[in-house]
Nanobody
Framework: QVQLVESGGGQVQPGGSLRLSCTTS????????IVWSRQVPGKAREGISC????????YYSDSVKGHFTLSRYNAKNTVYLQMYNLKTADHALYSC?????????????????????????WGQGPQVTVDS
């Protein structure tokens, strides 16, 4: 399996916006669900958004719903994660990966995006820093 390439991270103040990109030159992303996750040192990786391959349904974890938007642009073989109104809680390393299907479930009262057992390798970044 091929690791995808992410870009677009950086440092912003609270309330700022960033757009992350996820792509590869190795194959078409159209046949895959694409999952975005984030991770903070010392904490478990958190699935935050997923776009499905069958009907282009999009799923968000409760932690980002309403201020992140996921989209797929097939002509550029790229999936974008637009992040608005960033908060210090969004400070993390963000990664994307291919998956066979999107899964979302309520755990402990909150909606979560759940990567499947067929999730591909996570990319290397980028870092999003939200700091005043």
């Amino acid at each position: 399996q091929v690791q995808l390439v992410e870009s677009g991270g950086g440092q912003v103040q609270p309330g700022g916006s960033l757009r992350l990109s996820c792509t590869t030159s190795k194959f078409s992303l159209e046949g895959y669900a694409i999952v975005w996750s984030r991770q903070v040192p010392g904490k478990a990786r958190e699935g935050i958004s997923c776009i499905d391959t069958r009907d282009e349904s999009i799923y968000y974890s409760d932690s980002v719903k309403g201020h992140f938007t996921l989209s797929r642009y097939n002509a550029k073989n790229t999936v974008y994660l637009q992040m608005y109104n960033l908060k210090t809680a969004d400070h993390a390393l963000y990664s994307c990966a291919t998956d066979m299907i999107c899964a979302w479930s309520v755990i402990a009262g909150h909606g979560h995006v759940l990567p499947s057992s067929q999730i591909g390798p996570w990319g290397q970044g980028p870092q999003v820093t939200v700091d005043s």
